[in-house]
């Protein structure tokens, strides 16, 4: 039987109990008190139901049968009342211990679960804002694939202007998905980067923005010309674990030794971070070894348009999980910077590259 037709069937029968026990006994001083609380308490489990609230609703029902007790002495005392209400807090009172004890261990039990879930995923991290779990993009579950795909369409629909652009059905005022600042005749494109304020988990698919990058037009041609040499880029991906850790100059070195054109190479650190300094060395390698792909820049250069991606945490169970997203900038040169809602943080423009 479904659990929720278990509780059903029991807070029934306990208002039954109640009114019952109202009916033999005569609680001239109850007068249907028990009754009415009972329906409260019923109405605010199905609302409040397997979260933290409940426990409280618990608090809740004892206080009003120890006020009903108290009333009861005071008034018209009656042995069989009070025996009655004594063993109603009782009840309640260590049904809400072992329903605290039973989250502990629940809570535990779903992060256990969690890791193991991911053992064959997880590349690094621990969860936490400072080193969330990063995982393998292509060895997720097919159900954590349809996930992780709905909150990339929550990321590119923020990014897009949130429906000032264009509207999507699939999104309601409830979703909170907020545009942030609108900038105007972007044609160089640019980067914007996580200050502070990072939003609190208070749900499940809280969304953090770290690093947007931004990838102008023009950008996207080089790149794509770079993406069609399969050789050239083999030997880029190689290279990707020195090139993460290496200063620009020392990268421009390392790919003119291997035979990148210089056009191509200040474009590719320019929008990999190693020109101005703003993304991590892991970033670097997971953006070069998993990403730039071909078909996405192609539709670029086709709907002259350009190309976004975007480092965002989401919260699953308490924990983060750090993701990367690439897609098209189809609103291009117009720009919108993630909403304040997502942290906040500063834009800066990407200047002319100099051959």
């Known amino acids: 039987m479904d659990k929720r037709w278990h509780y059903l069937l029991e807070y029934i029968g306990a208002l039954l109990c109640a009114f019952l026990a109202n009916m033999e006994y005569s609680f001239s001083y109850m007068n249907g008190i028990h009754l009415f609380l009972w329906i409260i ?72 679960f969690l890791i193991n879930e ?93 690093t947007v990058i931004y990838v102008s037009y023009e950008d996207c041609q080089i790149i794509y010309e770079l993406l069609q040499d399969h050789q050239k880029w083999q030997t880029i991906q190689k290279l990707s674990s020195s090139l993460s850790k290496a200063s620009y100059h020392h990268a421009m070195q390392i790919l003119k030794e291997h035979e990148i054109s210089k056009k191509h190479s200040q474009v590719l650190l320019k929008v990999i971070g190693i020109q101005d300094h703003f993304l991590d060395s892991e970033i670097i390698l997971k953006l070069l070894k998993y990403h730039f792909q071909l078909t996405h820049y192609q539709e670029a250069v086709e709907y002259q348009c350009g190309m976004m991606y975007c480092i965002y945490c989401m919260s699953y169970q308490g924990q983060w999980f750090q993701w990367i997203l690439e897609e098209n900038w189809n609103l291009y040169p117009i720009l919108y910077e993630p909403s304040i809602y997502y942290g906040k943080g500063i834009y800066q423009p990407f200047q002319k590259d100099f051959v």
């Not at 609230?53 to 809740?60: E, Q």
């Not at 995923?121 to 936490?128: E, F, K, P």
């Not at 999104?171 to 972007?186: R, S, T, V, Y």
């Open 118 to 210: 991911f053992k064959d995923t997880l590349l690094r991290g621990n969860g936490t804002a400072q080193y969330p779990y990063i995982l393998d993009e292509k060895k997720l579950s097919s159900s954590w694939q349809q996930m992780v795909d709905e909150y990339h369409h929550q990321v590119i629909y923020a990014l897009n202007g949130a429906g000032q652009e264009y509207k999507d059905e699939h999104f309601g005022f409830a979703d909170c998905i907020l545009a942030g600042k609108k900038h105007q005749q972007e044609y160089l494109g640019g980067y914007w980067i996580y200050q502070s304020d990072r939003p609190t988990i208070q749900k499940q698919g809280t969304l953090w923005f770290q």
């Open 41 to 112: 308490y019923f109405c605010m489990f199905l609302y409040f139901r397997e979260t933290i609230l409940y426990c409280f609703i618990h608090f809740f029902m004892i206080f009003a049968i120890l006020i009903s007790w108290i009333i009861g002495i005071t008034t018209n005392p009656q042995i069989v009342p009070m025996i009655f209400d004594v063993i109603m807090m009782i009840v309640l009172l260590v049904l809400v211990v072992v329903m605290l004890i039973k989250r502990k261990h629940l809570h535990q039990k779903q992060n256990d």
